[in-house]
């Protein structure tokens, strides 16, 4: 059973940018969440999307966003990059019902 | 709002020795989880042991269990055996709608 996968790995932008990230969950999953983790601030929830609906969100400015779609894959958009939005960006899935989270190996995003 | 609190930033242990991690947490709920998460430099999140709320017995996986005190909060981890492979940094987390993660433990083994 494939696990969580998050692309692209590695991620370098330029302040101002925009970027997109990508989180396929393991198959069947529907429930789909977002972490940022930094030094300074540890591991922060973002976002959690199931059924193509956000469900819960964290406390991060309008210029995060994310969708899920019908597949249950995830995106994770950042507009207007800043330098302290690097970061290494965390994807979770877990079964209905359940709360046992499988992450993936996350997407290490460098502002410049 | 929840809070998880770590309070060991490093700990160490001998190869084949025995560890405890804290993890202390605040909630005004009465049914949530608990969980430990491992992350090797790999970066992987691994998830090493998970608590219901609900359940008074203390959760064990191998050489992996937890110490459950409910009223008090508390959730501690216990390594029994430490093995090389077991040097990372250790998140306790809680999960009621989300999840909310502690500072971490570096753990650290010595050979």
């Known amino acids: 059973k494939a696990g969580v996968t998050q692309t692209p790995r590695y991620l370098i932008k330029t302040r101002g940018q925009q970027v997109t990230l990508s989180c396929s969950p393991i198959s069947g999953h529907r429930s789909v969440s977002w972490y940022q983790q930094t030094p300074g601030q540890g591991l922060q929830f973002l976002f959690e999307y199931f059924s193509e609906t956000q469900r819960n969100k964290g406390n991060f400015p309008g210029r995060f966003s994310g969708r899920q779609f019908s597949n249950s894959r995830s995106e994770m958009n950042v507009s207007t990059l800043e330098l302290g939005d690097s970061a290494l960006y965390l994807c979770?899935?877990?079964?209905?019902?359940?709360?046992?989270?499988?992450f993936g190996s996350g997407t290490r995003l460098t502002v410049v | 709002a929840q809070t998880v609190t770590q309070s060991q930033p490093e700990m160490s242990v001998q190869e084949a020795e025995t560890v405890t991690l804290s993890c202390t947490y605040d909630?005004?709920?009465?049914?949530?989880?608990l969980f430990w998460y491992k992350q090797p430099p790999s970066r992987q999140m691994i998830l090493v042991i998970r608590?219901?709320?609900?359940?008074?017995q203390n959760a064990t996986e191998n050489r992996f269990s937890v110490n459950f005190q409910k009223a008090a909060k508390s959730f501690s981890l216990k390594i029994s055996d430490s093995q090389l492979g077991d040097a990372a940094m250790y998140f306790c987390?809680?999960?009621?709608?989300?999840?909310?993660f502690g500072t971490g433990t570096r753990l650290t083994i010595i050979p």
């Open positions: 608590q219901e709320a609900y359940k008074q």
């Open positions: 979770a899935s877990r079964p209905d019902g359940l709360y046992g989270y499988t």
């Open positions: 909630t005004s709920e009465s049914d949530y989880y």
């Open positions: 987390a809680y999960s009621y709608e989300k999840l909310t």
